[in-house]
């Protein structure tokens, strides 16, 4: 059973515009939802996070929106570049037990110049 | 060079035969994972081990086998590969700092690749 849902699996955007990506989970227990960004042929990288104490957090183009009533995430990339081309995934954990990171399928992000 | 390394980054093998892949990580970070990515499924947790000599399954451990001898060293064994297992493997580690509220950032190696024919 999957516990976190992403979706879209693809997305197309043209250079400049807004890329969005949402995740859903049901475990209230979750406390720190991260969003991964991976380039072809590497690792992911943590991007950005957010706990549920705040509705939203900005780190310059990118940005989580948190709606804990509706156990929801998004990440928001304002004007998207060729650049953020990648795949990304977000994910959900539990207080101190890093063995319990959940993550979603992931959506690859393709922003066409 | 700092950071976490794996290795080999790309393996061919048939159905029976033994594999290890190796992971090595030069912050001294206490948590060390792998996981499995697969299209459609994103990344599975395979095990984990939170210090040296202590280790625990994760989500998928299934035909897979670990050791944390030194801090440093993770290696995943699969002892009779299977089809099933050609998947992209990553190696990460983290550690935390000592406060009730989780902050650790999961750091990644370049990955593995696994082919089992």
């Known amino acids: 059973q999957q516990q976190v849902k992403q979706s879209p699996q693809s997305l197309i955007v043209q250079k400049g515009g807004i890329s969005i990506i949402n995740c859903a989970y049901e475990?209230?227990?979750?406390?720190?939802f991260p969003w991964y960004q991976q380039f072809p042929g590497k690792g992911p990288a943590l991007l950005i996070a957010?706990?549920?104490?705040?509705s939203e957090k900005k780190e310059g183009r990118f940005t989580i929106s948190f709606n804990k009533s509706a156990k929801q995430f998004s990440l928001h990339i304002m004007d998207s570049q060729p650049g953020d081309s990648a795949t990304y995934f977000c994910?959900?954990?539990?207080?101190?037990?890093?063995?319990?990171?959940?993550f979603g399928t992931g959506t690859s992000l393709t922003v066409i110049p | 060079d700092a950071g976490i390394t794996q290795s080999p980054r790309y393996k061919i093998t048939e159905t029976g035969r033994q594999v290890t892949l190796m992971c090595h990580q030069t912050w001294s970070h206490s948590y060390m994972f792998w996981y499995r990515q697969d299209l459609g499924h994103g990344l599975r947790l395979i095990y984990y081990s939170a210090a040296a000599d202590i280790t625990d399954k994760g989500e998928v451990p299934d035909g897979y086998v670990v050791s944390r001898s030194k801090t440093e060293n993770f290696p995943l064994t699969l002892e009779s590969a299977t089809r099933s297992q050609t998947s992209v493997y990553f190696c990460?580690?983290?550690?935390?700092?000592?406060?009730?509220?989780?902050?650790?950032?999961?750091?990644f190696g370049e990955g593995s690749r696994l082919t089992v024919l």
């Open positions: 475990n209230t227990a979750f406390d720190y």
């Open positions: 957010i706990r549920p104490d705040v």
């Open positions: 994910a959900a954990s539990r207080g101190n037990t890093g063995n319990q990171f959940y």
């Open positions: 990460a580690s983290s550690d935390w700092e000592d406060s009730d509220y989780f902050t650790g950032e999961l750091f």
